[in-house]
């Protein structure tokens, strides 16, 4: 089997010396991509085009072929090419209504033919011998030589007959590592994992770093993400995933900032602890999901004074972007199934944040903060490459049990915030305790364990996860309360 593979437009129109790279780092992306799929295949650049061959007509090796040439960045489209002797033109003529009669009813096409070698033919001959025969077997189709809606392309090499089938679009952009290396600030929710597509796509190197505030089971579901996105988009450079530990900064925050200054000196404090890895990775910019206006802190004045706390570049690629639209796009490039199952997690950010943060109350309350500990979370990160945890992300994530129901002796640890619980009190007939979520790993030692404990907060996704955690540490008497 073969396939032609079209660079992307806007390599096409560079200067050559510009061409030609982008060119051979794609070649050379392929190359590593499609490696695993067969033993034979092999891929040629022809400086027009590039082109995929294997010696197998295996179908699952030519779904495979197509699949990850759909997905890898800096092409245009591709196609499949069918090649068979040149006989006559009857047979070339039962060759392309094979594949096109079909595809061709009730649209306009052009037939165009090229040539390399002597025939008893010209082009336009045999364009014009195809072209009747589609239009009888092709139901309400019609010729239309300037912009149709479909072009069948035949190549004739010498004796060989070469059909260019179904064009297939590629994701467009410039192949990895064209332009520079960025680090996306990966949360797991839809705006992250679409602005990491869009850099990849763009044709940047992207290492993911993660800012953990829910235990274990948060970050492997992160992680999850991560390797979706670097498996379909990016395997042909190895990617490093950086965990932060930022329970610590975020209980330094609540504990000691304004309720209102709480969500952009957060977002402040992510952004230090982001160039400080960059600068590890070596990326030349940190890429954040942000879109204006979508929450509290994102508008232009608290975008304004959030970059303003690190000296690196922040690109925000969906930064107009309405939040339908962003999860239409995590829904096309496949992490909307991952992502909406990550939580908005509780007490992160307060309940009545400001939207016009002035730069010197910021400065006032982040000095009450723990000067040292950002450096020490940092440099406690734990790194690892994509294809480390591929096994890890492939296992499935084993919830603890939940209930509704409540006895005497039942024990209900209400791990939202202060705010929260006031807003909504829980009123059970059972005893309630309050520990927040960020400071269950180590209150929760302290208590009785010879009691059970059932763990609540509004959505009860952080409760699962944060009883998964408690369980990987080996306290097995918590489950989570969700009431009907």
Not at 136 to 155: A, F, G, I, W, Y
Request: glycine share 6%; aromatic share 8%.
């Amino acid at each position: 089997m073969k396939f032609v593979v079209r660079l992307h437009a806007e390599i096409t129109i560079k200067s050559a010396s510009v061409r030609k790279r982008h060119g051979k780092v794609l070649t050379n992306n392929l190359r590593k991509i499609l490696a695993p799929i067969h033993p034979s295949i092999y891929v040629k650049w022809l400086w027009d085009r590039i082109e995929v061959a294997a010696d197998t007509d295996s179908n699952d090796a030519r779904d495979a072929i197509r699949e990850a040439l759909r997905h890898t960045p800096g092409i245009s489209w591709f196609a499949e090419v069918i090649e068979q002797p040149l006989t006559t033109f009857d047979d070339i003529a039962d060759l392309v209504g094979e594949h096109w009669n079909k595809r061709l009813q009730g649209k306009s096409f052009a037939v165009r033919v090229k040539r390399q070698g002597k025939h008893e033919f010209n082009s336009q001959q045999l364009e014009r011998y195809i072209g009747g025969y589609l239009l009888k077997h092709s139901e309400n189709s019609r010729v239309q030589l300037t912009r149709p809606d479909e072009e069948v392309q035949l190549q004739i090499t010498n004796q060989v007959v070469h059909l260019i089938g179904e064009r297939i679009d590629g994701l467009g952009g410039f192949p990895i590592p064209t332009q520079e290396t960025v680090l996306s600030l990966l949360s797991g929710g839809f705006d992250s994992g679409v602005a990491s597509y869009e850099f990849i796509r763009r044709g940047a190197r992207t290492h993911f770093c993660f800012f953990n505030l829910g235990g274990d089971a948060h970050e492997v579901a992160v992680r999850q993400i991560a390797y979706f996105l670097w498996k379909k988009y990016s395997s042909s450079h190895p990617i490093k995933f950086i965990s932060v530990d930022f329970a610590p900064i975020v209980d330094d925050i609540l504990t000691n900032v304004d309720n209102g200054q709480m969500g952009v000196v957060l977002k402040r404090q992510m952004l230090r602890a982001a160039a400080r890895v960059a600068h590890y990775v070596k990326a030349q910019a940190l890429v954040t999901g942000e879109a204006i206006g979508q929450v509290s802190s994102q508008t232009l004045s608290n975008l304004r004074i959030i970059d303003q706390a690190t000296p690196a570049l922040v690109l925000r690629p969906l930064i107009t972007k309405d939040k339908q639209e962003i999860v239409d796009e995590a829904k096309k490039i496949g992490t909307e199934p991952l992502a909406k199952s990550i939580p908005e997690y509780c007490g992160v950010i307060s309940n009545k944040p400001t939207v016009k943060a002035v730069p010197e109350v910021i400065e006032a309350e982040e000095s009450k903060l723990n000067q040292d500990l950002l450096e020490q979370v940092v440099r406690a990160s734990n790194v690892l490459s994509m294809q480390d945890i591929a096994e890890q992300t492939e296992n499935e994530l084993k919830m603890p049990d939940t209930t509704a129901e409540l006895n005497k002796q039942s024990v209900i640890i209400d791990i939202r915030n202060d705010d929260e619980i006031e807003a909504a009190p829980l009123n059970v007939n059972a005893e309630v305790i309050e520990i927040p979520f960020f400071k269950l790993a180590t209150k929760f030692p302290e208590l009785d364990q010879n009691r059970d404990y059932l763990l609540y907060c509004d959505q009860g996704i952080m409760s699962r996860m944060q009883a998964l955690l408690l369980h990987e540490n080996g306290f097995t008497n918590v489950s989570v309360y969700k009431p009907d």
